[in-house]
């Protein structure tokens, strides 16, 4: 079926270096790409996005690449912070007869030590 | 910044009872969805809805059904509560799908 998944259901590192989170989907005709942080007791809360037309995105710290030949998504977090400490989510834009929806993936549990 | 507010926190009800679950965004986002997160699932998508008066099924739409009567107001109902409807729900709001702004939750509980 088409979905989305992702790679390690748990990644733990240490403070300062640098994390990578995968992502593998299966839709090809996808066109944009979100990811997504969810603290302990809090709803998922909007990283950074980007488009099929796109391989690289950077913000603050963060960083997405996607890699539409083997349909993969990745997330860099630089110098990995305490607060980074949380459950990550990718999700894909599918567009149906009925609209569009996003397809989520499992979530990686990002655990930073100081 | 976009607020989305879900009416409660922390929800227990008993089985076969009518649940509503309520959410409120204030960006006059014409699209709003229902997601139960399970854990080893992740989110599973309920219902959603484009526009007032209207619904679409999501995923896993057996045993609730929606009601979106104004723009801002979304609301999840449990017919007749079971168990196995024991869940985080998350409402979502969103401009034509895309960048969902989330709600804090509401974890139910059905005893």
């Known amino acids: 079926g088409e979905s989305v998944g992702l790679h390690l259901p748990t990644l733990s590192v240490q403070e300062g270096d640098n994390s990578i989170i995968n992502c593998a989907y299966s839709n090809s005709a996808s066109d944009y790409f979100i990811w997504y942080k969810q603290e302990s007791g809090k709803g998922p809360q909007f990283i950074i996005d980007i488009r099929s037309n796109m391989d690289k995105r950077q913000g603050q710290r963060v960083t997405v690449l996607l890699n539409k030949t083997v349909k993969h998504l990745s997330l860099q977090i630089a110098a990995t912070q305490p607060g980074d400490s949380a459950v990550y989510f990718c999700a894909e834009n599918l567009t149906n007869q009925a609209g569009t929806a996003l397809i989520f993936g499992k979530g990686t549990t990002l655990s930073v030590s100081s | 910044d976009v607020k989305v507010t879900q009416s409660s926190r922390y929800l227990v009800k008993r089985t076969g009872e009518k649940v509503f679950l309520e959410c409120v965004q204030d960006m006059d986002h014409e699209n709003m969805f229902w997601y139960r997160q399970d854990p080893g699932l992740g989110l599973r998508l309920i219902y959603f809805s484009y526009d007032v008066k209207m619904k679409e099924k999501g995923d896993i739409p057996e045993g609730y059904s929606v009601s979106r009567e104004k723009k801002e107001r979304f609301s999840l109902i449990l017919e007749s509560a079971s168990t196995n409807q024991t869940s985080m729900y998350l409402c979502?709001?969103?401009?034509?799908?895309?960048?969902?702004?989330f709600g804090d939750g509401t974890r139910l509980s059905i005893l």
């Open positions: 979502a709001s969103s401009f034509y799908g895309i960048s969902q702004h």
